[in-house]
Nanobody, 128 residues
């Protein structure tokens, strides 16, 4: 499975960005896909996730109400719409995915170790 992110960049506080992550090589309709981020000098943290088979979502508390995750199953592409961006959202954002099956459907988790597939990362900088 290969994950390719796009959509990062520089934005002013209060602005918006949309990240996209396209997964190739996925052979199952059962997967969870989302983003982690790592800011300079900080630990990696889970941001958001969606499970393709039941559309359940996860958001960390600090982004609830501002970020929205969605998935286009036909394209195996997930989107993270980020609104009302703050300086503390500045980080490298990594797309993650875990693949399952109808017998073991994958669910979203905030634990990085549960994701076996990672993208290369895209920089998001929120600054005036």
């Amino acid at each position: 499975v290969q994950l390719v992110e796009s959509g990062g960049g520089l934005v002013q506080p209060g602005g918006s960005l949309r990240l996209a992550c396209t997964a190739s090589g996925v052979t199952s309709d059962y997967y969870a896909i989302g983003w982690f981020r790592r800011a300079p000098g900080k630990e990696r943290e889970g941001v958001s996730c969606i499970s393709n088979h039941d559309s359940n979502t996860y958001y960390r508390d600090s982004v609830k109400g501002r970020f929205t995750i969605s998935v286009d199953s036909a394209k195996n592409t997930a989107y993270l719409q980020m609104n009302s961006l703050k300086a503390e959202d500045t980080a490298v954002y990594y797309c993650v995915a875990k693949i399952g099956s109808p017998w073991r459907p994958p669910y979203c988790s905030a634990y990085a170790g549960e994701y076996g597939n990672w993208g290369q990362g895209t920089q998001v900088t929120v600054s005036s």
